[in-house]
C-alpha cells in the first residue's frame, strides 16, 4: 500500500470542485483497503472512501485525512441456471463499462442504468436507479469489509435494505462497511426494460427494443439532459441529480398543486406512486416552478442548461458557490411550495 500526500480530489470526482486530501490511498486489493483503514485508525485520522466520485462535492479546504480510493479490479461471470448469468465484480469497476459487457452479452437486467457515471461499488450505496430501473432488482450479493471487526463478509440482497436510493450503507449501517465487489444476477436473454416515460416516447408504440437498442437510447436521453459525462461540456460539471425526489403523502402533494394553480402554473406538477400510499414529486418540477429556469446562474454556479435538477461547475466554481446556490434553490422551493428539497451528493470535508 502507497500513501501520498496533498492529493487534490477534485479530478478524481464529476463536479471538479474542492481541495486536496492531505493523505491518499489508491487501493487495488482488499489488503490494501484493510491496510488504509488500519494506517487511518492507528494514526487517529479520519478517513473517506472513495469511489467514482460521481455523487460528492468536496469542501475548498479538501479533507483532512486518509481518502481510501477503492480500485479493486475484476469481473468474472458464470452461468447459474438456464436463464441466468452472475456478474461478480470488483467495487473499482467502471458501472459503464459493466453494462456495455452485459448487454453485449445479451444479459438483462441493467440495461437502462446505461451511462451512469462512477464505479461499481458506489451502486448498492445509494441504490442507483435510472430510466425504470435500479440495481436492488438485480444484485444478488454484496462483499463488504466488516469495519468493526476487520472481517470480509457476504450480504444478501435482502439484508441491504434497499430502498429508493437507500440501502443500509447509506442510512442505518453507514460507516460500518466498505463494499469490496457486488455480485449482479442477469437474466440471459430477458426482454429490455421499455417502462419509463422517456423510452417509450423514444421507441414509440408497441415495439420491443433489443438490449443494445435500450443502452443506445438511454444514452442518447441522457445526453440530451447532460446526465452523460461528456468531457469539456460544462452542463457535464456535475454530481448528477442534485436533490432527492421528494416523497410526500398525497395531501401534499395537492397542497402544491393548489400552488401552482393560484400561481398560474397551467400542467398539474407531475406524480409518480411511491410507496405506502405516498407519491413522489419531481424535484426538477418544483425548482423550475420555483424560479430557478435551466440556466440559472450565480457566479461560476449554475442549474445546468438542459436539466433543472443537476447544478453544474462552469470551470473555475468552488463548492463554496455550489453550496451557496444548492442553499438558494432550497430556500426557493420551500418558501413557494413548503417543500423541502434534500440534496443526493455526499458532502466531504464541510
Ligand atoms: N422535469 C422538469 N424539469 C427538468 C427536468 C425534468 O420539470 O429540467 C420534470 C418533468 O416533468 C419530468 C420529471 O421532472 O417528467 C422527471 O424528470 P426525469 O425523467 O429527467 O427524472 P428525474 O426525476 O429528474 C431521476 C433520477 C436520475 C435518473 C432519472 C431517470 C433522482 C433524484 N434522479 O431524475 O438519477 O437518471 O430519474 O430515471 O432520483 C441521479 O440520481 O444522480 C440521477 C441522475
Known amino acids: 500500500m502507497t500513501i501520498e500526500e496533498n492529493v487534490p480530489l477534485a479530478p478524481l470526482t464529476t463536479m471538479k470542485v474542492g481541495g486536496p486530501a492531505k493523505l491518499f490511498v489508491n487501493a487495488i486489493t482488499e489488503d490494501d483497503v484493510m491496510s488504509a483503514v488500519e494506517y487511518a485508525r492507528s494514526n487517529h485520522l479520519p478517513w473517506f472512501v472513495l469511489g467514482g466520485g460521481s455523487n460528492l462535492v468536496v469542501a475548498d479546504a479538501g479533507f483532512s485525512g486518509v481518502v481510501i480510493k477503492i480500485a479493486i479490479p475484476g469481473v468474472k461471470s458464470c452461468d447459474v441456471r438456464r436463464r441466468r448469468r452472475e456478474y461478480v465484480v470488483g467495487a473499482g469497476e467502471e458501472w459503464d463499462t459493466l453494462v456495455a459487457k452485459a448487454v453485449a452479452e445479451n444479459c438483462a437486467g441493467i440495461e437502462t442504468l446505461s451511462g451512469i457515471p462512477g464505479t461499481v461499488g458506489g451502486t448498492p450505496v445509494q441504490n442507483v436507479g435510472a430510466y425504470g430501473q435500479e440495481v436492488a432488482e438485480t444484485i444478488q450479493s454484496i462483499r463488504v469489509l466488516d469495519l468493526q471487526n476487520m472481517r470480509v463478509k457476504e450480504f444478501s440482497n435482502a439484508e441491504c435494505g434497499f430502498s429508493y436510493r437507500t440501502s443500509i450503507f447509506n442510512?442505518?449501517?453507514?460507516?460500518?462497511?466498505?463494499?469490496?465487489?457486488?455480485?449482479?444476477?442477469?437474466?440471459?436473454?430477458?426482454?429490455?426494460?421499455?417502462?419509463?416515460?422517456?423510452?417509450?416516447?423514444?421507441?414509440?408504440?408497441?415495439?420491443?427494443?433489443?438490449?443494445?437498442?435500450?443502452?443506445?437510447?438511454?444514452?442518447?436521453?441522457?445526453?440530451?439532459?447532460?446526465?452523460?459525462?461528456?468531457?469539456?461540456?460544462?452542463?457535464?460539471?456535475?454530481?448528477?441529480?442534485?436533490?432527492?425526489?421528494?416523497?410526500?403523502?398525497?395531501?401534499?402533494?395537492?397542497?402544491?398543486?393548489?400552488?401552482?394553480?393560484?400561481?398560474?402554473?397551467?400542467?398539474?406538477?407531475?406524480?409518480?406512486?411511491?410507496?405506502?400510499?405516498?407519491?413522489?414529486?419531481?424535484?426538477?418540477?418544483?425548482?423550475?416552478?420555483?424560479?430557478?429556469?435551466?440556466?440559472?446562474?450565480?457566479?461560476?454556479?449554475?442549474?445546468?442548461?438542459?436539466?433543472?435538477?443537476?447544478?453544474?461547475?462552469?470551470?473555475?466554481?468552488?463548492?463554496?458557490?455550489?453550496?451557496?446556490?444548492?442553499?438558494?434553490?432550497?430556500?426557493?422551493?420551500?418558501?413557494?411550495?413548503?417543500?423541502?428539497?434534500?440534496?443526493?451528493?455526499?458532502?466531504?470535508?464541510?
Request: charged content about 20%.
Open 171 to 350: 442510512s442505518t449501517a453507514a460507516g460500518h462497511y466498505i463494499v469490496l465487489g457486488v455480485t449482479y444476477s442477469l437474466e440471459i436473454g430477458g426482454p429490455a426494460r421499455v417502462t419509463y416515460a422517456d423510452l417509450k416516447r423514444y421507441f414509440g408504440e408497441g415495439r420491443q427494443p433489443s438490449l443494445q437498442e435500450t443502452r443506445d437510447a438511454v444514452r442518447a436521453v441522457r445526453l440530451s439532459k447532460a446526465m452523460l459525462i461528456v468531457p469539456d461540456d460544462e452542463d457535464c460539471r456535475s454530481a448528477g441529480s442534485f436533490f432527492k425526489n421528494p416523497i410526500v403523502e398525497d395531501s401534499k402533494y395537492q397542497e402544491v398543486a393548489a400552488i401552482a394553480a393560484q400561481k398560474g402554473i397551467v400542467a398539474a406538477p407531475p406524480k409518480y406512486p411511491a410507496t405506502d400510499g405516498k407519491v413522489k414529486m419531481s424535484a426538477a418540477w418544483l425548482v423550475e416552478n420555483a424560479g430557478f429556469s435551466k440556466g440559472y446562474t450565480r457566479g461560476n454556479a449554475a442549474i445546468s442548461r438542459k436539466h433543472a435538477l443537476a447544478l453544474v461547475n462552469h470551470g473555475s466554481a468552488t463548492a463554496a458557490e455550489i453550496i451557496a446556490l444548492r442553499d438558494e434553490v432550497q430556500r426557493g422551493v420551500s418558501g413557494m411550495f413548503g417543500i423541502q428539497l434534500h440534496p443526493e451528493p455526499v458532502m466531504l470535508g464541510f
